[in-house]
Structures are given as structure tokens and as C-alpha cells.
């Protein structure tokens, strides 16, 4: 952890709300990249990564400087988004997230992005097809470098179990994506020429 | 062909031992379904290292900080009905102790004499709390001791309405020291 963190922390703790808007600002990203890879849905999301930082405001005088803030922040966001989908019973399909498929929307886009959605649409539905904890675990892998130790303390399991949740998600992630890799390219095909005869 | 342990070793790739990997090493040039799935698991982890993390829309810290009094306040008021519900929780339950361990009896006609009795003993606090001000006031003139039961009347009247006015408005406005 760098000194000025450090400083920063230590105003947070004495309830100084600017320091803690500065803690917000720096780790906004990764509590939200997190929150979105687990729920699926920008709006969830925001309200996740809202209520993970009101969550660590509150619990600030209960964090370790020992620790690395960022892990107990991530950890707490884990846990938050593993209850949120425990708890929903219909998954959320969010509208705005289809519209560069519209069908009615035919003008034309660029190949980046159509192929970066298209990209998107394949992580998610990778993501989706694992377990909670093996979702949290692979994100925290793939976007946050994490080690197993790290992994494990944020989740709070064993690093045997995280070793173990990473090994299933890995081989489900990579039969998701051999699945999918012939549909990302005639997607693309199809853009380009118009019909898949091409 | 045998494909464990080299599926699981492929996959932790990294804490292999040198021997390991020679074995490895070794059964993949031999085996074309492992080297199927050392090519998916690599282009699978390159697709995903690859993904640019999501950012929030812009303006995430200060909705946080917007929100922030507002959370500040449903916290307390959560906690004050919490505190609330546990004190009332605390005096039904010793309310009802008392009024069962008075009036626990095996028979009907046993529990309506102790109602009675229970009763009687109200009465008799009532009795004896009236003697006491019979006899206050003989002994505290007239014109002093009609202000003063006033004055207490009124004192607890106040008092009463202090604490129904400050209930309510811990209730619905939350414990808080801002204007």
C-alpha cells in the first residue's frame, strides 16, 4: 500500500467524507468491473459497486491496515453480488444491452465495435454458465491478476478450493468459447456481406 | 489413451515440476484431444486477459457522495427501530413472564383466583398510593400542595409529550445532528 493510500485511509477513518471520495474515485473500476462480470446487467451493477462502497464506509474502522484494501473492498463486492444472485429468482435481462442487435437498426456500424459486443455477449454468457463462487473466482483472476492466496482471502475459502473453482471454471470457460468462436465469426461475415452465403 | 492426469495438469500448468512437465511434455506430442485442450484453455485465457475491464458511467463518486447522507440517515433510523422493537420485545416478554409465572396454575378456578388476586393487589396499590396523599396533604397545606400536584401533572404531561414528539422523530426522520 503507498503512503499517500495510507494517509488517505487514515483521514477515512476519522470520518473525513472527501478522503474516502478519493478512495471511491481510485478503486471505482475494479469494484464495478467486478459487479458487472458477476451480475450481467450495468444498472445491477451500479447499485452493487453504490452499496459496496456505503458497505465499506460503514465497516471502515472494522478493515485491517494489514490487509490490502483493495482485496477486503473486492471481497466485500464478491459477497454483496454472490447474495444478489442467491436472491434473484428470474434473471434481469436489461433492454439496452441488445441495441447493436436490434433488428430494426440496420445502418451500418463498426466491425470494432459490433465485434466487441459480440466479444461481450460471449463473456458473459461464459460467466454465466458458472457456479457464483467460480465466477467470482475467475474474474478476480482474469480482470485483477490475483494470485490463489489473494483469491482465497477475498473469498474466504481455502486455496486448495480456489485452485479447484479456477480448474472448472477455466475448462467450462474455454468450451464456452469453442462453442461460440464459430458464431462471433459468421456474425462478423454477415455484417460485412450482408448474408451468410458470403 | 489415458488423458489423466495430463487434463488436470494442463490446466495448473504452472506448478508443475520439471519431471511433470517432460511427462507432459511428452504425452502431448502423442496425444491430439490433450493438445486440443492445452490450444482451448490457451486461447480462452488470452480471450479473456484480453477484455478491457467495464468502467462505470461517469459521475460514479459523486452519486456516491449524493447518496451518502441520504444512506447515512436510513441507517440510523434502521438501527433505531431495530433498538426500538428489541426494548419493546425486552418488556413484552418479562410482561408476560410475570403474568405467567402469577397465574400458572393446573386449574381453571386456580387461575381466576389469582386474577382476582392480582386484581386485589392492583386495588390495594391504588389504596395505599391515595392514603399517601391523604396524608400529604394534611400534613402540606392546601394552597401549596394544590399547585404542586398541578404543577406535577402538567410536568409529566410535558414530559409524556417530549418523549411521544422525540420518538416520532427518531422514527421517521432518523437520529441525526444535522439541521
Partial sequence: MSFSETEILQKALQKDDGAFAELVEKYQSPVYNLCFRMLGSEVEAEDAAQETFWRAYQALNRYDPNRS???WLLSIAAHHCIDQQRKRKVPVIEMDEFEDFDIADRSPQPESILVRSQEEDVIAEGLASLSELDRAAIILRYWQDFSEEEIAATLSLTVSA???RLHRARLQLAKVLKDQSGRLFVEVEKENYGTPAF | MEHQPFRMWLVDRSNLNEDEEEILRNHLAACTECTALEKDLAVADQFFLNSPPRIPREG???????????????????????WMIGIFLALAVNFTLIVAASIYTH??????????????SF????????????TVSLVIPQQVWIPLVIAGV????????????TMRRILFSGATNEA
Fill in chain 2, 60 to 82: 460514479f463518486t459523486r452519486r456516491f457522495l449524493v447518496s451518502l447522507p441520504e444512506r447515512k440517515q436510513q441507517e440510523q433510523m434502521r438501527q433505531v427501530k431495530i
Fill in chain 1, 162 to 164: 480456489v485452485k479447484s
Fill in chain 1, 69 to 71: 484494501f483493495i482485496t
Fill in chain 2, 154 to 165: 402538567a410536568w409529566g404531561i410535558a414530559g409524556a409529550g417530549l418523549w411521544v414528539w
Fill in chain 2, 123 to 134: 386495588l390495594a396499590f391504588l389504596d395505599q398510593s391515595s392514603l399517601v396523599l391523604h
Fill in chain 2, 107 to 120: 386449574t381453571t378456578t386456580a387461575w381466576l383466583v389469582n386474577l382476582v388476586v392480582i386484581y386485589g
